[in-house]
């Protein structure tokens, strides 16, 4: 397995008695689009600031690229791309004309990877248009051509969506999922639009009052061992439920249908106890958890923000 882009090692910051991020450790891979989600005072903002340089470390340590960040910040930033809410740009400039310009504050950058940048976010054809007459989305996306000039190992978008109508929210999030998979990069992403993380991310970490409380996997229905509510369609629900009960297994009748609190290979078994017993099976529905439920069971019901 590949060493990680982004190592956190029991990162604290503490501001006079307070304790706003508490022993964060944390590991992001590369090639995935990693969500940070949390609670209003949670320590969000406060992580991504740390991991830019923007404020100092109290304890603990931040590896980018395998370079410290307090100690070897240089090494470790030239790896990072970043966007903090919307992009800035010279609006009386052109697209093309905005990336000149901050192409020349980082050595070695060709016009070639300006073209290359350019194409991955899908701007050719406006790229030499004034930024004035950019909508936000497109905007978002120069910023995002912008933060990848110097082929950075991680992009840290501090949310990437606020102002987006849902079509440049779904552009952005598809460009954001191509460049994890093609560029290989780490995607950094802090929001607090639930169902968009659902969609955009494969990993989430939730944070609560500065701790790391919980880390769900997205690519198997938000939990590490896929498990969920699976729902079978069945002939004789009351027969199937005496045959589930006295194989061990705990299931309840839900709108017709027996429920039964398992994973995937569970419910195959379930299937086969049944379809053996010979009750017939019509139909079989996994019903995992949306992100939203997670959030705020994890939580205890706290508002994100």
Known sequence: ???????????????????????????????EVFGFLGPNGAG???????????????????????????????????????????????????GYQNLIHYARMVPGVSDERIDEVVELVGLEARIHDKVKGYSLG??????????????????????????????????????????????????????????????????????????????????NGGKESGAGTVRLEVDKPEEALNVLSAAGIQAVLLEGDIAVETDREGAADINAKLVGAGIRVYGIRMQSKSLEDQFLEVTGGERIV
């Open 44 to 94: 969000k903002t406060t992580t991504i600031r740390m991991m830019v340089g923007l404020m100092s470390l109290t304890s603990g340590e931040i590896r980018i690229g395998g370079y410290s960040i307090s100690k070897q910040f240089e090494k470790a930033i030239r790896q990072v791309g970043a966007i903090v809410e919307n992009p800035e740009m010279y609006k009386y400039l052109t």
């Open 138 to 219: 497109m905007r978002q996306r120069l910023g995002v051509a912008q933060a990848l000039l110097h082929r950075p190992k991680l992009l840290i978008l501090d949310e990437p969506t606020n102002g987006l109508d849902p079509a440049g929210i779904r552009e952005l999030r598809d460009y954001l999922r191509r460049l994890a998979k093609e560029e290989g990069i780490a995607v950094f992403v802090s929001s607090h639009l639930l169902a968009e993380m659902e969609l955009m991310c494969d990993k989430v970490a939730i944070i609560q009052n500065g701790k790391l409380i919980d880390i769900r996997d997205l690519k």
């Open 1 to 31: 397995m590949n060493e990680p882009i982004v190592r956190m090692i029991n990162v604290t910051k503490r501001i006079g008695k307070r304790t706003i991020i508490d022993r964060l450790s944390l590991d992001l891979p590369e090639g």
